[in-house]
């Protein structure tokens, strides 16, 4: 009983062992920190988005976002770690000071890309950005175009970013050293702090411009703070529209829309290429050979350029539009899919269970019948077995004793002596079956079978009573009569 019900549960096991086998493709989860959220880094995340759909088995599981603090990126990529990601994409704030996190995730063993500003050290596995020090070459060589224009050393207000990151010192290097490279007259370079952001450019130009009025151009490192600064001159006194010249750097929606609107002149496209660092990633995690350094080159955006480029991001954000209509169209319907899927594994368990379950009761309920069978009713089959034995055994007997009656009647010797030796049986074994067999003891059955025969002779044969009583060894003719009437009911006569 107990091997009967072990089989459904051994044979569900091994379904569920089964269906754990099944093979799937290893998944990896990415984790991105992206130091700021702004129109740059939203574009940058919209391809990755894009490229994954090519990797089904690559998810980003969490993109956070350090809005400029250092401390926070670091304990946000420390939860990273703790989460056992696959791989880290980073955009540090400030290469120093996110270098820690960075290096602690690379000896976790988990591979880094550094993505767009550097960071300090070596202990990354792939770095891709913007050539940020050729950014700062264009920017000189249009400080020195404008100054070719205006025929004097121009007075020339540098907004940068943060200090501490990387685009921000390599930008300024590049400008600084282009121009004193080129051997024309130096202009007058002044460097503020804006962050990076359109509110800080916006501030400090504006709180310079209240003391200056002498400033000529505007090189801004990137289009954010191009559109700050803008505003800032446009809220200056002393300073008519485009009185001042500026120049950004990205070269996307925010600063082609300004280039478009007159508030700025000209960009220096940054390349995100969220797409390459999700390729550069699936190289990493399939073990594939990629590219550690990637350096992305960068263009010069000027009037003539800018309209044509901001209809097609204008189209794109279209095509952006229907991209993400598709994608969720097709998150619902994979989700639809996977439901679907676990209903028909749980329904298939559950067929599988009933099915091992009636299988056992089968079992069971069979085992239960075979047990009483040999229990209760085989018993009661041998006793009939034995029982149309023993009838067919006293038939027997029954037949050979009434022979040796029949052929014995005349004969004074029957009785039960007599019986027994010719039966071979003990006299109380011939009492007993001769009783069963015939209901009377041996001498009544003895004594019947003559008168039976008496009958037959006087009906038959000339023989008197006399002689009939003699001749079945009746003790006397008396006592034959009395016998005779007994048995018949009336006297022996001839009739
Ligand atoms: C976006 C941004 C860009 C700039 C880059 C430098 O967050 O500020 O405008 O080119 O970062 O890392």
């Not at 508030?263 to 550690?292: M, N, W």
């Not at 008396?478 to 009911?489: D, L, Q, R, V």
Request: net charge negative; charged share 25%.
């Amino acid at each position: 009983m107990r091997k009967v019900s072990n089989i459904p549960l051994i044979a569900l096991l091994f379904l569920l062992f089964c269906v754990g086998c099944s093979h799937r493709p290893q998944e990896y989860r990415i984790g991105v920190s992206q130091c700021l959220d702004d129109a740059w880094r939203q574009k940058m995340n919209e391809e990755m988005e894009r490229e994954l759909l090519l990797y089904p088995n690559m998810t980003i599981s969490h993109r956070r976002i350090a809005y400029g603090s250092n401390e926070l990126q670091c304990a946000q990529i420390d939860s990273f770690i703790q989460e056992r990601i696959d791989l880290l994409i980073v955009s540090p704030n400030e290469a120093a000071e996110v270098k820690p996190a960075v290096a602690r995730a690379y000896r976790a063993g988990i591979p880094v890309i550094v993505a767009d500003r550097r960071v300090s050290g070596d202990e990354w596995t792939a770095f891709i950005g913007g050539d940020n020090y050729q950014v700062g070459v264009l920017m000189a060589d249009w400080v020195r175009k404008v100054q070719s224009e205006t025929n004097h050393p121009l007075h020339v207000l540098e907004v940068c970013g943060l200090p501490g990151s990387t685009p921000a010192t390599k930008r300024h290097q590049g400008l600084m050293d282009s121009l004193a490279a080129s051997g024309e007259v130096m202009p007058e370079i002044i460097s503020l702090q804006g962050q990076w952001m359109k509110e800080d450019a916006y501030e400090v130009v504006r709180a310079y411009l209240r003391e200056h009025k002498n400033i000529d151009a505007i090189v801004a490192q990137n289009d954010l703070m191009a559109v700050g600064s803008a505003e800032a001159v446009r809220d200056s006194k002393g300073y008519g529209a485009g009185g001042v010249r500026i120049m950004g750097v990205d070269g996307i929606f925010p600063g082609l829309k300004a280039i478009a609107d007159g508030k700025i002149e000209c960009t220096a496209t940054y390349q995100s290429r969220g797409d390459l660092i999700i390729e550069t990633a699936a190289h990493i995690l399939y073990g594939e050979p990629f590219v550690r350094d990637t350096v992305l080159e960068t263009n010069m955006i000027d009037q003539g350029a800018a309209g044509p480029m901001l209809m097609q991001y204008m189209n794109r954000l279209h095509d952006l539009e229907t991209f993400k209509i598709v994608q969720t169209n097709t998150d619902a319907h994979w989700q639809q899919m996977r439901f679907e899927q676990t209903v028909l594994v749980v329904i298939i368990v559950l067929v599988a269970l009933l099915f091992f379950a009636a299988l056992g009761l089968i079992v069971y309920i069979q085992r239960k019948i075979q047990n009483e069978i040999k229990k209760d009713i085989l018993p009661q089959l041998e006793d009939v077995q034995e029982a149309i034995q023993l009838s067919k055994r006293d038939e027997a007997f029954g037949e050979r004793m009434r022979q040796v009656v029949e052929d014995h009647l005349t004969d004074p010797n029957l009785n039960v002596e007599y019986l027994a030796s010719k039966l071979q049986l003990s006299r109380t074994q011939i009492f007993r079956r001769v009783k069963t067999i015939t209901g009377k003891g041996p001498l009544d059955y003895i004594r019947e079978r003559r008168l039976v025969r008496a009958h037959h002779l006087l009906q038959t044969t000339d023989m008197t009573v006399q002689q009939v009583a003699l001749e079945l060894c009746f003790s006397s003719p008396g006592y034959f009569t009395k016998c005779y009437k007994a048995y018949f009911g009336h006297l022996p006569s001839k009739q």
